[in-house]
């Protein structure tokens, strides 16, 4: 079992704003410096952390606030990311909604994207803590 990283979670609601990823990056590196990852996998967390977030503002129709939840689920730190109210999201095209997975995909262990109608409207993110 890996080591208590998080023993509560931290919960973040902040404005759904371009200008707010500075504080979600500093925010997610505050929750995971203790996790024992390396830089480089810390670094890969934060920009899936900003990508998701960037996903769920989107271009129009996103969410007025973001709400996050860092939580430890046994050997496996989960982000939830989702928007103000019913978690609904910005409107993107579906092909984007691929490219999107594949990125978060290529940074952290496992992705889910909640999709509400052809809105993407909650990504989680987890991370292997014993990797």
């Not at 978690?87 to 909604?97: D, H, K, M, V």
């Not at 997975?101 to 409207?121: P, Q």
């Amino acid at each position: 079992m890996a080591e208590i990283v998080l023993r509560e979670p931290v919960e973040l609601a902040l404005p759904a704003q371009r200008s707010m990823m500075l504080v979600l990056r500093l925010t997610t590196a505050g929750v995971i410096a203790r996790a024992g990852l390396t830089v480089d996998r810390m670094d890969d967390v934060k920009l899936a952390v900003e990508e998701a977030c960037s996903c769920l503002i989107g271009k129009t129709g996103g969410p007025s606030r973001l709400r996050l939840r860092f939580a430890q689920e046994g050997a496996a730190l989960k982000i939830n990311i989702c928007g103000d109210g019913a978690c609904e999201g910005a409107r993107i095209p579906p092909e984007e909604c691929t490219v999107v997975r594949c990125i978060l995909e290529s940074l952290v262990d496992d992705v889910e994207l909640s999709m509400h109608g052809d809105a993407v409207g909650a990504v989680e993110l987890r991370i292997a803590l014993d990797a």
